[in-house]
């Protein structure tokens, strides 16, 4: 059964500082692997979509990286802003139709 | 982008009545919807598995018979909450999968904030 984690809980930082967030699952037999952003009382902005058979993905200030042998995700986020906070969700899918099982996210706090 | 809505974005509703929430893909086809739960402070969890013209699946400890998902067209699912609680309170949020664009994903709804006092 797919596990996703994610470490840390919760984070906060002042502004300007770059920073990772760190996922893992449990199977590594993913076919993606998705960052998702979550404002408080909002639904889901996609952040980053990464293919089974890729490395990273780079959005702006952000990079995601995937490492599917060890099961590990990481987001990276450079020169952080007071708007960068909110609640980061990692989330996996086994294939291009099923399900996506997602971890309990990391929520971030920036400070100014 | 493709775009997901759902309807109603939020209901307050007396304990015992039933709530009935739209998912619908606005510019693409999706054979394949699902609905999530969001509990306050926590993660989404798969509720249900939607497919057009067939019976939902419905993950384990999900009651089928109170949470009535409907597939009907290949861009709108529906959700009803029969007979509510105030423990069925939650954060609902559907997904359609399909191509939209170049890139076959599932897109998400804005969710549905349920109140059942």
């Known amino acids: 059964k797919q596990e996703v984690t994610q470490i840390p809980a919760a984070l906060s930082v002042p502004e300007g500082e770059n920073l990772v967030l760190n996922c893992s699952f449990t199977?590594?037999?993913?076919?993606?692997l998705q960052w998702f952003r979550q404002d408080p009382g909002k639904g889901l902005t996609s952040l980053l979509l990464i293919q089974s058979s890729q490395r990273e993905q780079t959005s702006g200030r952000l990079n995601a990286s995937l490492d599917k042998s060890s099961g590990r995700s990481t987001l990276y986020i450079a020169a952080s802003q007071p708007g960068d906070s909110a609640t980061y969700l990692c989330?996996?899918?086994?294939?291009?139709?099923?399900?996506?099982?997602f971890g309990s996210g990391t929520r971030l706090s920036i400070r100014p | 982008g493709a775009v997901v809505s759902q309807h109603p974005s939020r209901v307050i509703c007396k304990s015992g009545t039933s709530v009935k929430i739209e998912c619908r893909s606005l510019d693409f086809q999706a054979t394949t919807m699902f609905w999530y739960r969001q509990f306050p402070k926590q993660s989404l969890m798969l509720m249900a598995t939607?497919?057009?013209?067939?019976?939902?699946?419905?993950e384990q400890g999900v009651e089928k018979d109170k949470f009535l998902i409907n597939h009907a067209s290949l861009t709108l699912s529906t959700l009803t909450v029969t007979s509510a609680h105030p423990e069925d309170s939650s954060f609902y949020i559907c997904?359609?999968?399909?191509?939209?664009?170049?890139?076959?994903?599932?897109?998400f709804g804005p969710g549905t904030r349920l109140l059942v006092l």
């Open positions: 989330a996996v899918s086994v294939s291009s139709a099923s399900k996506i099982i």
């Open positions: 997904s359609a999968f399909g191509l939209a664009g170049f890139q076959e994903t599932q897109y």
């Open positions: 939607s497919n057009e013209g067939s019976k939902a699946t419905y």
């Open positions: 199977d590594s037999a993913i076919y993606n």
